[in-house]
């Protein structure tokens, strides 16, 4: 996603800004995103404490889900020898 910053915006920290086109996730969630870079302004990454001036563009990239894997790995001991079943 991209905007660009406008004069009322202007002077706001990167993180705040965020926020409010992103109103279904924290700050802190937000923070994170761009320590990760994927928050950039004019093509840079930047801190999350970055003060926006008027007319700067941010691009916010997708983050790239996770695979999680389908197997648990337990902790196995050495095969058993069954010697009575009933």
């Given at each position: 996603?991209?905007?660009?910053?406008?004069?009322?915006?202007?002077?706001?920290?990167?993180?705040?800004?965020?926020?409010?086109?992103?109103?279904?996730?924290?700050?802190?969630?937000?923070?994170?995103?761009?320590?990760?870079?994927?928050?950039?302004?004019?093509?840079?990454?930047?801190?999350?404490?970055?003060?926006?001036?008027?007319?700067?563009e941010i691009e916010v990239a997708e983050e790239k889900k996770?695979?999680?894997?389908?197997?648990?790995?337990?902790?196995?001991?050495?095969?058993?020898?069954?010697?009575?079943?009933?």
């Amino acid at each position: 996603m991209k905007w660009t910053v406008g004069a009322e915006d202007a002077k706001k920290r990167l993180d705040h800004f965020l926020v409010q086109k992103f109103p279904g996730e924290s700050r802190s969630s937000i923070q994170k995103k761009i320590k990760q870079g994927l928050a950039k302004i004019r093509g840079q990454a930047v801190s999350v404490h970055h003060f926006l001036r008027e007319g700067d563009e941010i691009e916010v990239a997708e983050e790239k889900k996770k695979a999680k894997a389908s197997s648990k790995k337990t902790k196995q001991g050495p095969p058993l020898d069954i010697i009575f079943e009933d």
